[in-house]
């Protein structure tokens, strides 16, 4: 079986097939190979609320409110972290909704690679990449993933991406570890995530999150030494409230 019938089967997006046959620098293992992926709570309508959340004018109050968060910086950490030369490769794991791509991909001259296991949130990420002018969507590819998991060769990334996500995923060190695996030597790892070690009085709000189930945010130290448990060399963390910016090469 040949063509986007095959890619389908494999649970591959047909866009990410055309991307990789037009860069060999892009060499995918299939989601079939990787194992597959199971259910997210982001499949349900809590996605869609989060995602129109995160991507509203009211985003920076309420994640003040929330989290004590500095939205309007993370967004700019974002908007900095798609920016790549041609021929260079971001992953953006998980990327939701595309909030990361929603301002536009005008310095994105590369590939963005935006992975994600829920489809309902690449179904809005798709909704918002069709909104971009061809330009910039040309450089944008997205595929239905576990971050545990990617479906990249090794050392096939300059940069990955991961915003507001590590709280939503328990395997910490093997997310990193993936991360790691996925990135060229001297690549670097961007995120933000809210730590159980936060702050108070934002830690209240971390802690009564907790209660949901699949929020696992990670503490502050662990999540250092799982990062140089997987490789990285160095880790730059800074906080806003509950929400930790991190940088890891
Ligand atoms: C809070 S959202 C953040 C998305 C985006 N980066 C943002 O800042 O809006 C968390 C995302 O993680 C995704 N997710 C959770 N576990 C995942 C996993 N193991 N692999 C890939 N994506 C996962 C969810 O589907 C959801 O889209």
């Not at 055309?18 to 982001?42: C, E, I, K, Y």
């Not at 060399?233 to 991190?246: I, P, V």
Request: aromatic fraction near 8%; proline fraction near 5%.
């Amino acid at each position: 079986m040949r063509g986007p019938r095959r890619h389908r089967q494999l649970g591959l997006e047909p866009t990410i097939c055309r991307r990789a046959r037009q860069h060999n620098w892009l060499v995918f293992r299939t989601v079939a190979q990787t194992g597959g992926v199971p259910f997210d709570v982001f499949e349900t309508a809590y996605g869609a609320l989060y995602d129109a959340g995160v991507q509203s004018r009211l985003a920076p109050l309420g994640g003040f409110l929330m989290w004590g968060a500095d939205v309007e910086r993370f967004l700019r950490v974002m908007a900095d972290g798609v920016a790549c030369a041609r021929g260079e490769v971001v992953v953006d794991c998980p990327t939701g909704g595309g909030v990361t791509f929603a301002g536009g991909l005008q310095r994105t001259k590369g590939c963005l690679l935006g992975v994600d296991r829920s489809s309902l949130m690449l179904a809005r990420a798709r909704a918002r990449a069709r909104a971009l002018p061809g330009a910039q969507r040309r450089h944008l590819a997205l595929v239905r993933a576990d971050a545990s998991r990617l479906p990249l060769a090794d050392a096939a990334a300059d940069r990955v991406l991961c915003f507001n996500s590590l709280h939503c995923i328990p395997r910490h060190r093997a997310v990193l570890k993936e991360f790691r695996r996925v990135l060229k030597p001297g690549g670097e790892l961007v995120g933000t995530t809210l730590t159980a070690d936060a702050p108070m009085p934002w830690r209240v709000n971390v802690l009564g999150a907790r209660l949901s189930g699949f929020f696992t945010p990670p503490d502050s130290r662990r999540l250092r030494a799982d990062a140089r448990a997987a490789g990285f060399e160095s880790w730059e963390t800074e906080r806003t409230g509950a929400l930790m910016f991190f940088r890891g090469t």
